[in-house]
């Protein structure tokens, strides 16, 4: 808990202090003798040659001084405003300056939230100051004392708006029996007060997010606050607005469409412990709420919750961290979670809880499989075989509602065999090896090897060699053209530009103004729409062969989420999946909504090719304006890297190898990656400074 606030940190330790025996019944005096230091973390905007700064403390400062209060510091021949990160009894330092001021009453980060920016510093190799830049919005770090505040924030959209509207809370539904025994480990540690980390694996549908509302709920009811983490904002209308329904105006919503003055302005309501439940994106684990009391992470397997820039934390991570240091249970729920997480639900730290079965008592939408090889065979070159467009023309009819779903992210070009359906694929690694089409090279992402485009397929001898490239904006023009009247939107990257674009293709599909949904991942989670009777899966593969070790969880993972978006009404629905991998184990496991299944494959390959749980990974990226500069970098650091490890130390030195963007807002990108039990061992002779950036537990 937060609760530490209130108390004085050991600002006089021990040590000093026994040289000054304390006349009897004068305990606190000591203070006024005993040297303070403290270690600082200057908040400027450059890099400085250090990290931290040890500083005295003038005598009339030190009643004020501890971990978490900001401080005016010299700095040379400036002055700095900086964070207390510790209160010390003794310096290294015999000429530290003083500090000049002491800018806080009340400390901006609580001692707990000051360790676990220590802690984020040391897992993820990152600057502590670039930790607590993240923690802490901009304007509540450097404005006035923590009280002052302007007006409250605007709004984005509609669904935002809700979240604010004031009211009586809805009533919660009767939990089920399965729900009752799921949430059970859950509501006793919040009564209880203690950390508790549960894995809750339920399947779309199952009743989850009444779950984590009931454990919001229940830690309200004691006083407490509660964090919601949820993959992005903007994609999760329905679920905020069932959370402003359920705690009418005692909802925070964080999101990336904050101003900084707005974020501050949030930021310190949290602090004053003015808010009660915060829901929002990975940054929202930072919210500096003084008595919190559950923390829920919703779809625990999304790549959202990795941060994409200094500090590359990932928030599921950091918030069990969070959950550990306050004392507090945090709950992890996904219909498919990262096998990482379901192995340490086995393992040990995780307890595991279970929804098998959806709410309704309804059977999943039974998956049809289309062999994309066969459809070839038998002449149909279109995206859509013969059942798919049959069932769209059927769905039309019936007046349901239908989804397309093609997942085209990245700009990678994965080679494919269209005759066997195999990717050319990397044969140390078992990902797909990425076409480059400038160099006329496909090379493995992970461990370097590389070799010219082949004229016909190492495993069958077809010359039928393609790229794969089809797109949904493609898709949405055949589909047009096929289906006159059929009434199209179309939802991806591209149409959702502007800010509330997403919320109104939604808010238009659900109202029944369009037949059809074409879209990318961005409409396969979440959705509770009764009307979607069919789920047309494009192209499975597209994600199968991304150069990821993941790329089976996460075409599992894809497969499951949208085809959980059919079947919520009363009709009954049908999900067409189109694939050139039938016979992939993530497939076949998605097709039988079997996660087990699918984990215990997928942790088995894990096993066999030393990837993550059984590892762990830390990727070094160089960026610079010549190509030949920054692989000749990369090598060298390669090279000293593995000269200083060693042969035994447990650790790999993959690559180097181009990034997977190798051409980056005109830099080129090499990177390699080291890999093994304990990476923190590499974490010191990691290749730091201009150019180079640090990446630990890589998400792509
Ligand atoms: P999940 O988060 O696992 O996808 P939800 O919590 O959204 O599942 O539940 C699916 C649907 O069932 C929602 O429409 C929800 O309102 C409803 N629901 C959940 N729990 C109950 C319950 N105990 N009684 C009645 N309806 C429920
Ligand atoms: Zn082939
Ligand atoms: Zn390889």
Redesign the pocket.
Known sequence: MYAYDARCAPGVPDGPAARFPAPPGARIMLAVTAPVFVSVVPDTRGMLPQERYTYSVPDELTGSIRPGVRVQVPFGARSLPGLVVAVLDQSDHADARPISAVLDEEPLLSEAMVGLAEWIADRYCAPLPEVIKAMVPKGARSAGPATGRRRGPRTISAALTAARAEGTALQPPVLTEAQRQAAAPLLEAIAAGRHRAVLLLGVTGSGKTEIYLAAIDAALALGRQAICLVPEIALTPQMIRRFAARFPGRLAVSHSGLTDAERAVEWRRARLGEIDVVVGSRSAVFAPLPRLGVVVVDEEDASAYKQDRVPRYHAVDVALELGRRAGVPVVLGSATPRVETYYRAHTGGLELTTLPERITGRALPPIEVVDLREELRAGNRSPLSLSLARALEASRTDGGQSILYLNRRGTATVVL?R??G?PLGCPNCSVALVYHAGRGRCDCHYCGSSRSLPDR?P??G?TAIRALGMGTERLEAEVAERFPGLRLLRMDRDTVQRRDAYFEIYERFRAGEADCLIGTQMVAKGWDLGRVRLVGIVNADTSLHFPDYRSGEVTFSLITQVAGRAGRGDEPARVILQTYSPDHYAVRHAVTHDYRGFAHDEIRVRRTHRFPPYTRLVTCTISHAEDGAAEAAAQQSVDRLSAILGAGAGLDVLGPTPAFLQRLRGQYRWQFTVRGEEIERAFPHLPRGRGWSIDVDPVM
């Open positions: 065999c005759g066997c195999e397929c495993g069958c077809s």
